[in-house]
């Protein structure tokens, strides 16, 4: 019940201070370039990696990204700039029960 609480003060304040939400929420920031570059900001660390799967840990899930010849071009311990043919980007939420 806390942490609900919490989630909807950091929404509000975010939208009445007007702060970016991703600082205010935890959230990623995740820039994609054409389906060729994408750049990841503020993930919790990586969890796989092959030429055609990525994996991070967000803090409330996942962020999974498939497609083809992936290569890591940076990586920061919360920063990552993946190149290759990206076919999907999918977040999966942390079951909360």
Known sequence: ????WRQQMKR???????LP????M???RIT???HIHIYIENHRGLLAF???ELRLLLQNGQLLVRGEQF???????EEILLEGKISQVVYIEE???
């Open 1 to 4: 019940m806390v942490k609900k």
């Open 12 to 18: 509000w304040m975010a939208e009445k201070l007007e």
């Open 21 to 24: 939400a991703d600082i205010v």
């Open 26 to 28: 935890d959230l990623p």
């Open 32 to 34: 994609m370039v054409g």
């Open 50 to 52: 092959s030429d055609k």
């Open 71 to 77: 290569v890591i071009k940076t990586i920061l311990p």
């Open 95 to 97: 079951d909360k029960r």
